[in-house]
């Protein structure tokens, strides 16, 4: 039988060259898992009536309203702030839909106009959430969220700053 003896360190207690060894440690393990930033970006979307089916980079986003267009923008004007990109979009769609669906009640004959508007609303939106699902992965690889990822899941390293495994 041996017995192996070693001294770990906290993050703190470590060298600032180990500690980047142990921020590109967390930032690049294997098992990084993004699916609560999916699962929050859904449920944002959800609470305005919004149902996300795909966010990609590379192709066209995917969703659905679950309610109308007008509600969707009611309930983003109401819960969002004025700063975020979806009120933004919420009040540009209402701007342009309100006159074309007071001209579409008069005249019934706008209905293609209000379903194209309502398509950019949907489009723009999903656009929105795919760059917020986008920065929020970004900001989860940043050095000052790793460090409090570190620090709250009390690591342990060795003295160059690789991870221990007890």
Not at 47 to 59: A, P, Q, R, T, V
Not at 141 to 154: F, K, M, V, W
């Amino acid at each position: 039988m041996k017995t192996i003896r070693t001294k770990v360190y906290q993050f703190s207690e470590l060298s600032e060259s180990a500690k980047q060894t142990a921020i590109e440690w967390y930032r690049n393990r294997e098992s990084e898992d993004y699916s609560f930033v999916w699962d929050n970006i859904k449920d944002d979307a959800k609470e305005i009536g919004l149902k996300i089916i795909s966010l990609d980079d590379h192709k066209s986003n995917e969703g659905e309203f679950m309610l109308s267009a007008a509600e969707v923008a009611a309930n983003i004007i109401r819960n969002h702030g004025n700063e975020c990109e979806t009120y933004k979009t919420a009040i540009s769609f209402l701007e342009e839909w309100e006159p074309a669906f007071s001209a579409y009640i008069e005249t019934e004959e706008k209905e293609s106009e209000l379903m194209d508007i309502e398509e950019r609303f949907l489009q723009s939106l999903l656009e929105d959430y795919r760059i917020m699902y986008n920065q929020d992965i970004e900001a989860q690889n940043e050095d000052e969220y790793i460090i409090d990822a570190i620090t709250a899941n009390e690591y342990y390293f060795t003295k160059d700053g690789k991870i221990f495994h007890s």
